[in-house]
């Protein structure tokens, strides 16, 4: 099931609000909207107030909060106000106040380990886990696979 939502003619240009789309679009929209709420950029009092949005319309449609995931978060252009601003010799330049639109998709993710269909094949997805050890010297952690293998070549020769 997916629950869309969309915050339409935002007073503030779409390129500020992509940087903010581009950190939250992984998480998890609970996670989202706690991070939302202490940060100070502007943008992100839209996005939380969108993402609050389409998480009521869930709890509405009796599903949990806890399984939903960002499907789509899209920001697009909405209509520029025409302003004019004082020129040089008595003229006027024009500018655009920029708006946007938010576009909040969620769905109800799967869980690790669950059949999902694709079309009339059910495949099922086997959970993987690797197991990482830190290495003595601090460095970047390496996989047990790799270290055991490192150590059977070092004796070798």
């Known amino acids: 099931m997916e629950i869309k939502t969309s915050t339409r ?9 992509r940087i903010l789309r581009a950190a939250i679009k992984r ?13 100070q950029d502007r943008a992100a009092k839209f996005f939380r107030k969108s993402i609050l949005a389409a998480l009521d319309s869930a709890k509405q449609r009796q599903l949990e909060v806890q399984t939903l995931a960002f499907k789509e978060v899209r920001v697009d252009e909405g209509p520029g106000f ?10 006027a330049k024009r500018y655009v106040r920029k708006t946007s639109h938010i576009t909040i998709m969620l769905t109800v993710a ?11 094949e059910i495949t099922v997805v086997p959970r993987v886990e690797q197991k990482v050890e ?18 059977s070549k070092s004796k070798t020769k």
Do not use: C, D, N, Q
């Open 134 to 151: 830190k290495s003595v010297t601090g460095e970047k952690p390496i996989k047990i696979a790799k270290a055991v293998s490192k150590i």
């Open 82 to 91: 025409k302003r004019f601003r004082a020129g040089s010799k008595g003229s």
């Open 27 to 39: 998480m998890h929209p609970v996670v989202a909207t706690k991070r939302l709420a202490l940060m």
């Open 110 to 120: 799967p869980s690790k380990g669950e059949a999902k269909t694709k079309g009339s």
């Open 9 to 17: 003619y935002i007073h503030i240009a779409p390129r500020k609000l």
